[in-house]
């Protein structure tokens, strides 16, 4: 991997519909070297796929995650079981951890009762390996590309606590969301081609979708441990208090930082990418030092994701 294909990813995390053309000008080679590269990052399976970054708040749901943990059992068995998981359209992501979890699942949901019947499915396809488990609703998302030198990112802001009425969308644009969640990279024309309308309508729309920030962005699913990271996700335990806001703001200036969840109760769910576990002490000492309303912290280290899709799907 050169400077090139470092500059691609990063281009390419912060906006995955960018065409090659301009990539092209961006880093100064030409289209055909920039395809030929962007296919090899996939066939070295330093990347994995794309994603579609949704205001899913706005399309009237809400989010929750679900951690899991398992009295012995056959590892075969489990990845049956979790690949049964992987069927359910609510469920978006699902990661083994290691740590004081075995398995993470975010789920998005329209009501309190849908919610029920999704983890009611779940139990059961889990039911006899099942030791303990936990649900935090979140409230509120930081989501931040990534960049090597860890300075130019860009955030993807999904509030709850901002979105009160739901954004009422077209037939039309449920289409496009659907087939730009298949493969954000899809273009105009060959959307326009499956849904039998004109491109620049499905242009149109895309816009309208990015302007009333139902669609924030469009992002890469990257293979970070092939470039010598380790992922972690933190969840700190806090008081309210006005540190909060502080605490917030140095995270989102954290280059390690890729994610910010809070809950409901206002604790925060941090991933964060580090190289050698004395760097994850570093930065978990770091942050209980400098804010007393951190009581108590869990560190969970992703060992595979399972699943990065959308409820669109």
Partial sequence: MDKFDKKIIELLDKNS????????????LSKQSVARRIGNLYKTNQ???????????????????????????NKELLH????????LSSVIWIAD??????????????????????????????????KEASIINMVEHNIFSFDFNKKERANFYISQNKNLKETKISPLQ???????????????????KKLATSSTGVRYNIKRLEKN?????????????????????????CNHSPELNSLTAKLKNDGRVILISRSVTNDLLVDILYNEVAELKEFVDEYKTAFQNIYDFKILNVIQV???GSYLN
């Fill in 80 to 87: 049956q079981k979790i690949r049964e998981i992987e069927k």
């Fill in 17 to 28: 519909r960018l065409s090659l053309s301009n990539i092209s000008k961006a880093i100064r």
């Fill in 306 to 308: 399972h699943k990065l």
């Fill in 213 to 237: 920030k139902v669609i924030l962005g469009y992002k890469l699913l990257i293979n970070f441990s092939k470039f010598g990271f380790h992922w972690a996700l933190i969840f700190f335990s």
């Fill in 97 to 130: 951890f290691f740590g004081n979890y075995d398995l993470g699942l975010s789920i998005f949901y329209k009501s309190p009762y849908e919610l029920n019947k999704i983890v009611s499915e779940i139990q059961e396809i889990l039911s006899d390996v099942i």
């Fill in 174 to 192: 449920t289409k496009i969301l659907h087939e730009l969640s298949k493969n954000p990279r899809n273009p105009a024309i060959e959307i326009a």
């Fill in 47 to 73: 990347l994995f796929s794309y994603y579609l970054v949704v205001d899913y708040f706005k399309l009237g749901l809400s989010n929750a995650v679900f951690f899991l943990s398992f009295n012995k059992t």
